[in-house]
């Protein structure tokens, strides 16, 4: 009869030390490697592109540690690289960082090149400003997370309260809220 259960403790590594002849050539069977390492590299050491198509994709654009845009896509798939994100049905929120009433902007198509922070919206795309109650309608936008820089290099329209401005051109920066048209600017007051 065993008076101490915990002398019974040195036992479990002497037996586990006994009996590995039994159990260690299976653990190692498991535990090798399979297949070929060399065959799956590829030939010349050039990195594999990772191809996809999502549903519903959501994107956070941090800046500086903090969230500036939320863009929503219905459907996201890569471009020419892995390194480039394209997007249909796009609805994006910018909060940038001391909006009180986010910027909302949807448009068909969408490209984001992740690299350059690049975000292209394309075909009927519409800006919203509700703190001051503006719409800006374009068929092309490009926005440099650089620079902090929307430009539209086509047609825009932009409808306010009792305005109107249409322009060939618009650079907008989000940092001073501060347009700049070019190429034949029309407003109607």
């Known amino acids: 009869m065993i008076r101490n259960p915990r002398n019974l403790l040195w036992l479990m590594p002497l037996l586990l030390f006994v009996s590995s002849p039994?159990?260690?050539?299976?653990?190692?069977?498991f535990l090798t490697p399979r297949g070929d390492f060399a065959a799956s590299l590829s030939g010349n050491g050039a990195q594999q592109g990772q191809n996809f198509i999502m549903?519903?994709?959501t994107i956070t654009l941090n800046s500086s540690g903090r969230k500036e845009w939320i863009i929503r896509?219905?459907?996201?798939?890569t471009g020419r690289t892995d390194r480039e994100l394209g997007m249909i049905g796009v609805d994006a929120l910018y909060i940038g960082k001391d909006r009180k009433q986010p910027i909302r902007i949807?448009?068909?198509?969408?490209?984001?090149?992740?690299?350059?922070?690049?975000?292209?919206?394309?075909?009927?795309?519409?800006?919203?400003?509700?703190?001051?109650?503006?719409?800006?309608y374009t068929d092309l936008l490009h926005y440099y997370d650089q620079t902090k820089?929307?430009?539209?290099?086509?047609?825009?329209?932009?409808?306010?309260?009792?305005?109107?401005i249409r322009a060939g051109r618009m650079d907008y920066d989000l940092s001073t809220d501060g347009y700049?048209?070019?190429?034949?600017?029309v407003v109607d007051i």
Not at 22 to 29: F, G, I, K, T
Not at 73 to 77: G, I, M, T
Not at 180 to 185: A, M, P, R
């Open 180 to 185: 700049d048209f070019s190429n034949g600017v």
């Open 73 to 77: 896509a219905e459907r996201a798939f």
């Open 149 to 164: 820089m929307v430009i539209s290099p086509v047609d825009v329209e932009i409808v306010g309260r009792g305005f109107t």
């Open 22 to 29: 039994l159990w260690r050539p299976a653990l190692v069977a």
């Open 55 to 57: 549903d519903s994709i």
């Open 106 to 136: 949807s448009s068909d198509r969408g490209t984001y090149y992740l690299d350059e922070r690049h975000l292209i919206l394309i075909d009927s795309v519409v800006v919203r400003k509700p703190a001051t109650h503006e719409v800006l």
